[in-house]
């Protein structure tokens, strides 16, 4: 495991802390990789973030897949020029940069402070261009920095926990997911992982048949219930 010193930033990083340059940057990002569609819908998702902080009413299934039994059947990469980076600090992903692969930051303004809370970062480039990334979580204070779900998880069997993902619009419906998640199975092997597990809303249906393709399954599904400071999480076991 790499070491998790505090390190000073460099100028090539705006934490979310930033304020309206870190704003900047990403709508800056969004145009050049999406135009101004891609502008207007990453909006939408802010202002649908903000709404979720008021209130939500969501049904979830709660996942899980076996490490050992996933990482048997690695996926190949769906096309050419499709590499994946797990960063686990910001020197990885300053190193990345350095050899000329996109800076992800500008992908996910909230990179550094998830990274400093022990969360890893699997990345997906295309010919060095950012094309997807999905969070692992290893502790619950990672889990907290991109997942505010409170489902409980066995961290201290060595479980991994995953969420926060997002491919590029463009990209989407190209195999790039489920060969991530392929590849996160050989990580999580290595790292002595056993179980993977995920939460995932019962309307996303990309997501549950990309777990489902390396054996995932859900015993249990949640609801997750918010307005104001007022959540009520319950998971009820599947007939």
Request: overall charge positive.
């Amino acid at each position: 495991m790499k070491s998790r010193r505090p390190r000073e930033r460099s100028a090539l990083w705006v934490a979310p802390g930033d304020g309206f340059l870190s704003i900047i940057r990403r709508a800056r990002s969004l145009v050049r990789s999406e135009g101004f569609g891609g502008l207007l819908r990453g909006l939408g998702r802010f202002a649908r973030t903000l709404t979720q902080k008021v209130y939500r009413n969501e049904r979830f299934r709660l996942y899980e897949l076996r490490v050992d039994e996933a990482s048997r059947i690695p996926l190949s990469a769906p096309f050419e020029g499709v590499e994946i980076h797990a960063i686990e600090t910001r020197e990885d992903a300053r190193r990345l940069t350095a050899k000329g692969y996109e800076d992800i930051v500008l992908a996910d303004p909230h990179l550094v402070a998830r990274l400093d809370s022990g969360a890893v970062a699997l990345c997906a480039f295309v010919n060095r261009e950012f094309a997807s990334i999905d969070w692992l979580a290893f502790s619950e204070d990672a889990k907290r920095s991109f997942d505010s779900i409170p489902r409980r998880v066995p961290f201290e069997n060595g479980d991994c926990y995953t969420g926060g993902a997002f491919t590029v619009r463009r990209l989407r419906g190209r195999g790039i997911a489920t060969y991530r998640l392929s590849w996160a199975m050989g990580y999580l092997r290595d790292r002595g992982s056993h179980m993977h597990r995920a939460t995932i809303s019962d309307r996303n249906i990309p997501s549950q048949r990309t777990v489902e393709r390396l054996g995932g399954s859900f015993g249990t599904v949640g609801h997750l219930r918010r307005f104001l400071w007022w959540t009520s999480w319950t998971e009820t076991p599947v007939a």
